[in-house]
C-alpha cells in the first residue's frame, strides 16, 4: 500500500514496525516495546519545518506562522499565534532565519536542485509484509521521484566526507537505505536507486553535500535490518521483548581509550 499526503501522526501510529522501530529493536527489543512516548522536542519540530520548507514550499507557505519579530517563546504574540496555529508550526525570529537559511541553501545546490525539480513525492508512505517474517513494515521516503531516485534530507553539524560517514554509521543511514529500498521493491515489485542523501549543515553557511552509499555499506545495513527485522517477528510471536543479557560479562576499555603513542622508557 503507498499512501500520498497520509498526516505524520497517522503515519506514526500505524501498526507496523519502521526503521526507527528497528534501530531499537537492535538495542534491545525491550526498548522497543516499552518505549516512552514522547512529546516533540523543538529540534523536531524545527527538523518537520525545513522538510516542508524545502520539499513542500507551498504546504510550509500555508502552514507555518513565521514571527519574524519575536525572539522570545515566552512572548504574548507567540502564545496568541500557537492558540491559532498549533506550536509545532509557529516559529520564532531565530528559528524562522534558521529555516530559511537551510532552504535557501538547498535552492543553491545544483544536485538537489536537480531532483527536487523532477516531478515526484514527498512524505510518500510506502507499507507492505516482509516476505520472510510476514511482519508488516513501513517507510516514508522524504522524496521520490517518479522515474525512482530517492532523496533524503539529513541535517549535519559537519557534511564533510569523514564527518557525515560517522553519522552515517552513529544513525544508521545505511540501515535507512537497504530498508527503505527492499520495503519498496516487496511492495511494488519494483526497484528504485540508489538513495541520495543530502547533508545540509545547521549553522551558518548552511553548506550542502550530496553522498550515494557504496555496495559495502549497503550490504552492511541489509545485513543489519534483516538482523533486527528477524529479532523483532520472534518477539512478536512469542510475546517475549527481552533487555540485555542477564548474566555479567567481562568489560574491557575500548581501544580508544587506551594510551598507544608513547614508547617504551627505561627504568633507571
Not at 101 to 118: A, D, F, N
Not at 155 to 181: C, I, L
Amino acid at each position: 500500500m503507498i499512501i500520498r499526503n497520509m498526516p505524520n501522526d497517522e503515519y506514526h501510529a500505524h501498526n507496523s514496525i519502521s526503521k526507527s522501530g528497528l534501530d531499537l529493536v537492535a538495542r534491545s527489543p525491550a526498548h522497543y516495546r516499552y518505549q516512552e512516548k514522547r512529546e516533540p522536542s523543538r529540534a523536531m519540530v524545527i527538523g518537520s519545518a525545513i522538510h516542508a520548507a524545502i520539499l513542500e514550499p507551498e504546504v510550509f507557505a500555508s502552514k507555518y506562522m513565521l514571527l519574524r519579530d519575536v525572539k522570545d517563546r515566552r512572548a504574548s504574540e507567540y502564545k496568541q499565534a500557537v492558540a491559532v496555529y498549533g506550536e509545532e508550526f509557529v516559529l520564532t525570529g531565530k528559528e524562522s532565519d534558521y529555516v530559511a537559511g537551510m532552504q535557501e541553501s538547498v535552492r543553491t545546490s545544483r544536485s538537489i536542485m536537480t531532483l527536487l525539480e523532477k516531478d515526484g513525492d514527498a512524505e510518500l508512505s510506502v507499507f507492505t509484509k516482509d516476505p520472510v517474517t510476514g511482519v508488516e513494515v513501513r517507510c516514508r521516503f522524504d522524496w521520490l521521484t517518479k522515474c525512482g531516485i530517492p532523496l533524503d534530507l539529513k541535517k549535519t553539524q559537519d557534511a564533510r566526507p569523514d564527518a557525515f560517514g560517522r553519522s552515517v554509521y552513529n544513525y544508521r543511514y545505511h540501515v535507512q537505505e537497504a530498508f527503505y529500498r527492499d520495503v519498496w521493491k516487496w511492495e511494488t515489485g519494483d526497484s528504485i536507486d540508489r538513495m541520495r542523501f543530502a547533508a545540509i549543515e545547521e549553522r551558518m553557511p548552511h553548506a550542502t553535500m550530496v553522498y550515494k552509499l557504496d555496495d559495502e555499506a549497503l550490504n552492511e545495513g541489509r545485513r543489519l535490518y534483516r538482523e533486527a527485522l528477524n529479532l523483532y517477528a520472534k518477539c512478536l510471536e512469542r510475546d517475549h521483548w527481552p533487555a540485555y543479557a542477564d548474566e555479567e560479562q567481562w568489560l574491557c576499555l575500548p581501544p580508544w581509550a587506551i594510551e598507544t603513542t608513547f614508547e617504551d622508557e627505561e627504568i633507571v
